[in-house]
């Protein structure tokens, strides 16, 4: 008998999303820091400092900043997760009755219903009311320490682009060869992302492109106004 297999998308959000911001981060905004400082006049040598501690700090920010929220989320999982272990200690019955209703609500008849919710009980009461009643699963739990590595090692990959392009340009041509790589390099990474998740990817690397062309116009902007008032 052949066995029937599917592959869905949904299963990449959590490593997709992070992945994605965390270089598409990295990349804006120290290519952006990179254009601002460029444009301002400031030589190659301030140019390369101001990329390379964009990256540092930005990574370090972005590993604090992860860590930060998804210790909170692994707090709230944790204390809701004691109070759903009281709860089945001072009520079983009632909780198994919270369970049937839940699988009810879902589309089984009361009779199957009280027959899934008694044998979950049955087999593992807590890991049930916390996947059904909760939302809580394994593979979904927070876990601040991998969040913040990962988060911290895709903006670090990101930033990495502009100060290598910077790095191998001269002076003369910092901002254009910033520029244009960064652009080139947003673009793959809309169109690489949005394969990864099944939709367009013109439109991926299109929205990616204006928001990147906006942010290193403004900061450019920025410099140049910085730069003429010096």
């Not at 682009?161 to 809309?190: D, E, K, R």
């Amino acid at each position: 008998m052949r066995r029937h297999r599917e592959k869905h998308r949904i299963n990449r959000t959590g490593w997709l999303r992070a992945a994605v911001l965390g270089a598409n981060d990295g990349i804006l905004s120290t290519a952006s820091l990179v254009v601002g400082v460029g444009a301002s006049g400031a030589d190659r040598h301030a140019i390369l400092i101001a990329g390379v501690a964009g990256l540092v700090a930005g990574a370090f920010s972005m590993a604090a900043g992860e860590y930060v929220s998804v210790s909170s989320q692994a707090d709230l999982e944790a204390a809701d997760l004691a109070q759903e272990h009281a709860e089945l200690a001072d009520d079983p019955h009632g909780e198994e009755a919270e369970l049937a209703a839940i699988h009810h609500a879902r589309g089984l008849t009361w009779e199957t219903a009280r027959q899934v919710a008694r044998e979950l009980t049955a087999h593992d009461p807590l890991a049930a009311h916390a996947r059904d009643e909760l939302g809580i699963t394994d593979s979904g739990a927070a876990r601040p320490v991998q969040a913040a590595v990962a988060s911290a090692a895709s903006f670090s990959v990101g930033a990495a682009v502009p100060v290598a392009l910077a790095i191998v340009s001269s002076h003369a041509l910092v901002l254009p060869v910033v520029t244009i790589g960064v652009l080139v390099t947003l673009c793959i990474l809309g169109a690489v992302s949005a394969a990864a998740g099944g939709a367009s990817q013109v439109r991926g690397a299109l929205r990616v492109l204006l928001w990147g062309a906006l942010a290193m116009a403004a900061t450019a902007l920025i410099g140049h106004l910085a730069g003429t008032t010096v």
